[in-house]
């Protein structure tokens, strides 16, 4: 038992000393204190979006360096806690308790390893879509909606919701939301793709089996100071009239804007402000974060080309399965990692798959089942 104590320990000391490396702490640190000055200096509000940005990576730099700086404290703390649980075996429990706690510190900070893209640490832009299914598939967008926000929230995320378009009977055909957080493109890049639900129907008399079926679509959230080329005259917008609730303003006036990239053929809308000028500024940072995004998965690309076996999944392509029929659980198509709690994950427990993916796509072994089986 204390032998496998001491490789644990010693285990956990180099794979510190590899994430050190991994993680650029010195190089996070100079940059926190570079923002921190900037902070200090006259005017720094004036620019309210870039101000912003540069809080949002303070935030985001300070969610590295203080864990791996108490891990590192830990680590140095180690040699001693061992010393005293062979004097006192009454104190080995609690040196356990620590190598335990420094584990999973060292296990998340592996998961921030792997965040190094360009636009990793932007918000992101969610766009849901009901898709085959019919009222259940507008359930189940729905669904998908409110397990996104519930997961953003339990991160102590800020949420937006852009664009919701609901469906007379139930559900919703559309909705957009940005979500504001430490590395929130980051960890959400991956869930772009297709969601398979298959339950029996609340909506069929006969009680049947039904499967439904959503898109999702990440996309990072670009800053206007962000160059993006796009051309005006290829894009072709489109006024028309707002739908579903928001009262009669929004109904009886063309306050909606689309806007369609022609070479591209990349559509995108908005309809949820009164204002037709603010749906059309969201619109166009909708489009220009979805043109951000197919350079980022050109990247990507390029990235992982070594691992041929791992193709990425875009959107499209059906990505996970939930079941609620025959029994409950739900399963990634890509990582494998599943877990046997349903309804856990609607409730907005999804950073295992989110983890899940982001390892897998660095080529590293996956976990693939969670314990979460409540």
Known sequence: MEQKFYDRAKQARAKLMELRASLDCEGRAARAREIENLMSQPGFWDDQEKAQALMDELKATKGVIKPFDEALAACDDMDAIMEIAEEDESCFDEAVAEIDKMEKTLEELSVKSLLSGPVDNNAAIVSIQARDGGTDANDWAEMLLRMYINWAEMNSYKVEIIDRQDNEEAGINSASIIIRGPFAF???????????????????????????????????????????????????????????????????????????????????????????????????????????????????????????????????????????????????????????????????????????????????????????EE
Not at 249 to 263: D, E, F, G, M, Y
Not at 275 to 281: F, I, L, P, T, V
């Open 186 to 372: 980051g960890y959400l890049k991956g869930e772009t793709g297709t969601h398979r639900l298959v339950r029996i129907s609340p909506y069929n008399a006969e009680g049947k089996r039904q499967t439904s079926f959503a898109s999702v679509d990440v996309m990072p959230d670009i800053s206007d100071s962000v160059k993006i080329d796009i051309k005006e005259e290829d894009v072709r917008e489109d006024v028309f009239r707002s739908s579903g609730a928001g009262g009669q303003h929004v109904n009886k006036t063309s306050s909606a804007i689309r806007l369609t990239h022609i070479p591209t053929g990349i559509v995108v809308q908005c309809q949820n402000e009164r204002s037709q000028h603010k749906n059309r500024a969201t619109a166009w940072k909708m489009l220009r974060a979805k043109m951000a995004q197919i350079e980022e998965d050109k990247r990507e690309e390029m990235a992982y080309e070594h691992y041929q076996s791992k193709a990425k999944v875009g959107f499209g392509s059906q990505i996970r399965n939930y079941f609620l029929h025959p029994d409950q659980r739900v399963k990634d198509a890509r990582t494998g990692y599943y877990v046997g709690n349903f309804h856990s994950v609607l409730n907005g427990n999804i950073q295992g798959f989110l983890d899940a993916y982001l390892e897998w796509l660095a080529g590293k072994d996956v976990n693939y089942s969670s314990a979460d």
